[in-house]
């Protein structure tokens, strides 16, 4: 039986386990990238690691999110990142140099090879045939120390493109299809592979603007074949000699296949407040804008950047629209300035913005209120534009300028005869943003810059013999992470500060909790159902940490959640009859005698002793040999400290 590309590349990778859908496999990770509003944490991490130069081929940290530097926080981070990348063998992308995604694809990427990023749109590396995913910066940590990368084996859907996209009509237009008929929960345990005789029609760029918002789907990542188009677009990056021609066997076979044809596609976008709410441009009508945003690792090509300049030339922005666009990178940028396209954009009135993800994740240009605003971006999340009340509607580039000149949500097959855009022969390439590692002969002269902001990764432990210590918070059902680890403009700041960010875990319920627990030392917090659902924050376990929380016994957990405490160290307990939480106090003494010798036996039945009431409580402990062997170890950390040796 034939394979996927998706299953080529896992079986060339594998490390730990069989590819059998659903089991959960350990992957060798031939590339990381970070960006910095996750990479100060992961680096952190990585030098609690104590590994000294990183195994992977190659390690890429972008500044590209915190570009603004309002206070000096946001600048002492990127220089510790531009100085701890540099002694451990990690290459540096300066601020201005680009959006993570975008300059990956343009300098880094290569078909074939896995790819790990903090940031949940590292699939666009997809366009170019990788095996690109999202990960926690203590995944990327740990890949860079030379660990294995643990997903489950997914399901392999096949999207067989035919035909060839319409004049005007965009790769947005595909994605927004794909996001239409499968939802975003429809790609959960799932990798996305495009296939067929339409994939050959399709640029690079465009088809990063495909993988890239696979994200939306919720799928561990999409994939195109690595083919004579991925050849030509490595080529002219002066990258050819990495290529590698990589498809499916004729004779795979897929857990899943819908079949689009792009000649039957029309400009689409998705309504608010959700990637998958998507209409056609008709279905919609004319409706009146008051933004437009182009820009985002979704579509900042040169490619998108050349159609938007050619609609611009010789034109106006309508007086009520506020233009913005950002190109993808510092290429982009340069190669727009050189050909003169940056100046049609100027002239016709755009507002241009630094090479960043700027606007989409809420660095300025939020819209007024109620006001309606086209962006080029992934996500139309009610708030996230940071207008409460903004309608978000996300669109191709193409859509996006033709309405910037009307003032009304514009179709833009009106625009005439589209001339025949092509991607140039050879890009301009100046990598002089880019900042080489120190040679490892010289890493211990480089000094790492670590402003008052910067403090280590807490201390962590092996599992002691017994845990005997106060129940030191006692909180109710459906607790989220934003109740453990508030976030806003105060304190997303701290990320890289977890003594600080740990003076803010838990105050919205209990504001005594940090100077309880530290005055407690050691303690266990207790809780009822759906514990720490919400987002994938890891520092929603790295305050409770720091602060000495030893486990949380609770009804029940939010999966990531849990999977973030095991990697902090904190032993995850459930009550054995969920009418037991009523019976412990806060403040009660608990204590679990001999839980490592049960914990290294097997054992998932343990039993709690509440010493202040005199009862003995079952909980259940429920732990895989790898999950086991890391809340021994202390932690995610410790634990590929100890197998790295
Ligand atoms: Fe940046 Fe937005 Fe992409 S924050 S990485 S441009 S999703």
Redesign the pocket.
Known sequence: MGLTLTEKILKAHIVDGELIKGTEIGLRIDQTLT?DATGTMAYLEYEAMGVPRVKTELSVAYI??NTLQNGFENADDHRFIGSVTKKHGIRFSRPGNG???QVHLERFGIPGKTLIGS???TPTGGGIGMLAMGAGGLDVAVAMGGGAYYITCPKVVRVNLTGKLSPWVAAKDVILEVLRRMSVKGGVGKVIEYCGEGVKTLSVPERATIT?MGAELGATTSIFPSDEVTREFLTAQGRGEVWTPLAADPDAVYDEELTIDLSQLVPMAACPHSPDNVKTVAEIGSMKIDQVCI????NSSLLDMLKVAYILKGKTVHPDVSLSIAPGSKQVLQMLAQNGALADMIAAGARILES???P??GMGQSPNSHGISLRT???NFEGRSGTRDGQIYLVSPELAAASALTGVLTDPRTLGEMPDFQLPKTFTVNDNMIELPAPESEMDKVEILRGPNIKPFPQTSPLADSIDVPCSLKVGDNITTDHIMPAGAKILPLRSNIPAISEHCFTVCDPAFPTRAKELGKSIIVGGANYGQGSSREHAALAPLYLGVKAVLVKSFARIHRANLINAGILPLTFANEADYDKIDQGDELELANVRKAIEAGESQLTLRDKTKGIDIPVLCELSGRTKDIVLAGGLLDYTREALK
């Open positions: 960006q590209d999110h959006i993570c995604h940031d949940s749109h890239n820009g985002s690792c979704t960043a993800c700027g989409c994740i971006f992934n996500r």
